[in-house]
């Protein structure tokens, strides 16, 4: 665990550095806490740094954003556990014209995780790619809080023989530092 938390902490660092020398738009600390496949419970505590609008419209704008974070499943039943470490690049689409704004996002990226197989399921490797879509809600002051539903999909794509995947669905809860 002690690695766990060296390897979170020089992740943080290394967005933190990065922002400092770039124009980003916000940095947000989330979490998320979901169900997976055979019933395990997943928790993905992740930074997002959200990019100024590529395009953007009277009530709308289109906004990149990168992740990255760990992930942890653990099933109760069997007393298996995964951790990995996520980035992805992603793209989210806000409505822009009141005090809450709905968003929905898409993203991508490669993963590492400590375990080939989580319970019956053989991911086929360490390094898997995973894809979320979110449907959310930015509100609050300076619209610095953020809730969302998520589905996430985790899979080697298959580079390897085996490939099982894995499957999670959540909430999730995000505050952004500007």
């Not at 938390?5 to 943080?12: D, T």
Request: glycine letters at 10%.
């Amino acid at each position: 665990m002690k690695k766990l938390s060296v390897i979170s902490l020089a992740i943080l660092m290394v967005f933190m550095s990065w922002s400092a020398s770039t124009a980003f738009a916000e940095l947000s600390l989330n979490f998320a806490i979901g169900r997976g496949n055979d019933s395990s419970t997943t928790y993905d505590p992740y930074a997002q740094y959200t990019f100024n609008p590529w395009v953007s419209g009277e009530n709308f704008e289109l906004r990149p954003f990168a992740t990255g974070g760990m992930t942890f499943w653990d099933d109760h039943d069997t007393s298996d556990s995964v951790w990995g470490i996520l980035a992805s690049l992603g793209l989210r689409l806000a409505y822009t014209g009141g005090d809450i704004q709905p968003y929905l996002s898409l993203n991508a990226g490669p993963s590492y995780i400590s375990q080939k197989q989580f319970v019956h399921r053989d991911l086929g490797g360490h390094f898997i790619f995973n894809t979320r879509v979110m449907l959310g809600l930015s509100f609050g002051q300076d619209l610095r809080h953020t809730i969302s539903a998520h589905g996430t999909h985790y899979s080697n794509a298959r580079t390897q023989s085996e490939n099982d995947g894995f499957n999670t669905y959540g909430l999730a809860y995000g505050f952004s530092f500007y």
